[in-house]
């Protein structure tokens, strides 16, 4: 049996596990080390009590492990196994254990129980190569990582810069295995043809005007995200004379709403802000124009990329690869991402490179926007391209890996990206 680690249920892994399960050649268990996102608990960074509105613990076999009492799902980096996990990899006969990365406490603990007990272990974690290290962290990590690495026997990458991330490591290219990030590319597609007609009824009741572009941001409003950028572009002098009308949709919450909605005209608030226009007067009406939906959970954020014409990425080197961007794709909506995303070289750039922008060049952000209203790619496009980062892939890739005795054939094809 394969033996699959991870923190919670995830709204964007859960399709993986259900697929994996219904292509029924590999038995397999789901271990959980907290149950966040099944019952409503409050997200330190939404900065608001939710759940996902799917159901995520159906269709796959999963169970919950033991950790610390004085857990934190706000800081899953603490996280500690209280349980030793070989009895439970003897009865359950673990073939193999697969775990998410290496940003959890207890990921380290079962990767060096499975490693003393015989059990192989595979990583598929979100890192990559883009992100700097400091000089002093540097000789620490190295060192950390490289024991790590040792102890594991087959790497599944998301990614090109995930791959040369391992690669830089010395990890032997014979154990690197394409597993590309991706979420449920057919429900998102499905939602956004079914709301596609209401498109002007779900702008109207944001108040986002028939005539404008509109820009989405759909993400935490936190400082990894930079959403201000996403207005200082915006502000650009080029906009509104050679294009339509720009008008900015976010779509979440965060720390930082207060100070986006002092920097915009706020049209719409779904959380009922106080409306700061009242109050700032004239100089509010030459600030960008603005709908605050309020956060939008996994059935309703359709809406946002149906009603949108671009969808907007500008996070920093923290994002290491940035799921919002295949969902807005698979709905058919183009995207602008900073380089600093891990999803930028691989989903963005083939199909048009100056949509990728160097980040925190907001004259770039801005080129990169003109780029997309003027020469907007067609939805069957990005729905090509990102149909490369699908469920298929990766399950099939588990399947061949978990018989790999066999000589399996993977059936579906692998990316060309993620194999050069």
């Known amino acids: ?9 995830i709204q964007y892994q859960v399709p993986l596990w259900q697929a994996l399960a219904r292509e029924g050649s590999v038995p397999f268990e789901v271990w ?5 996102g099944v019952n409503a608990s409050y997200d330190t960074q939404f900065g608001k009590r939710f759940a996902w509105d799917l159901d995520v613990l159906s269709g796959y076999p999963h169970r919950f492990l ?19 996990l070989s009895p439970l990899m003897r009865e359950k006969e673990v073939s193999a254990l697969w775990v998410q990365g290496w940003q959890v406490w207890a990921y380290w603990q079962a990767v060096w129980q499975a490693h003393a007990a015989g059990v192989p272990v595979w990583l598929r974690g979100e890192s990559n190569d883009l992100a700097p290290t400091q000089t002093w962290k540097k000789p620490v990590k190295d060192l950390a990582l490289g024991e790590l690495f040792r102890r594991v026997e087959k790497f599944l990458y998301i990614g090109e810069a995930n791959r040369r991330l391992y690669a830089r490591y010395g990890v032997n290219a014979a154990k690197l295995h394409p597993a590309p990030y991706c ?3 057919e429900r998102f597609a ?11 009824d ?15 941001f759909a993400a935490k409003f936190i400082d990894k995200k930079r959403p201000l950028d996403v207005v200082k572009a915006i502000e650009d002098s080029r906009f509104g004379k050679d294009t339509r009308p720009l008008h900015i949709l976010f779509v979440g919450s965060g720390e930082l709403g207060d100070s986006l909605r002092r920097e915009c005209n706020v049209v719409f608030d779904a959380d009922g802000k106080p409306n700061l ?16 939906a309020g956060f939008l959970n996994q059935k309703e954020i359709s809406k946002a990329y149906v009603a949108a014409d671009c969808l907007v990425l500008s996070s920093d080197h923290r994002e290491t690869w940035g799921l919002v961007v295949n969902e807005a794709m698979a709905s058919g909506l183009p995207c602008v991402v900073s380089d600093a995303c891990g999803c930028a070289e691989d989903l963005v750039a083939p199909i048009n490179p100056k949509a990728r922008y160097p980040l925190g060049d907001i004259r770039a952000m801005a080129d990169a926007l003109l780029e997309i209203i003027r020469v907007p790619p067609p939805p069957s496009l990005l729905r090509e391209q990102v149909s490369k980062f699908s469920l298929d892939v990766t399950v099939n890739t588990v399947a061949d890996l978990f018989y790999s005795r066999d000589r399996r054939v993977i059936q579906s094809p692998v990316p060309a990206v993620l194999t050069q």
């Open 1 to 9: 049996m394969l033996a699959i680690l991870s923190t919670h249920p």
């Open 32 to 36: 959980y080390l907290t149950d966040h």
């Open 66 to 84: 033991k950790v610390n009492s004085d857990s934190n799902v706000s800081n899953f980096r603490k996280l500690r196994l209280t349980e030793q």
């Open 183 to 185: 979420v449920d590319n």
């Open 190 to 200: 499905s939602q956004a043809d079914e709301l596609r007609p209401q498109r002007m």
């Open 202 to 216: 779900i702008r109207r009741s944001w108040n986002i005007p028939d005539d404008a572009y509109c820009v989405l």
């Open 277 to 292: 226009s009242m109050t700032l007067g004239s100089e509010k009406v030459r600030q960008p124009p603005a709908t605050f």
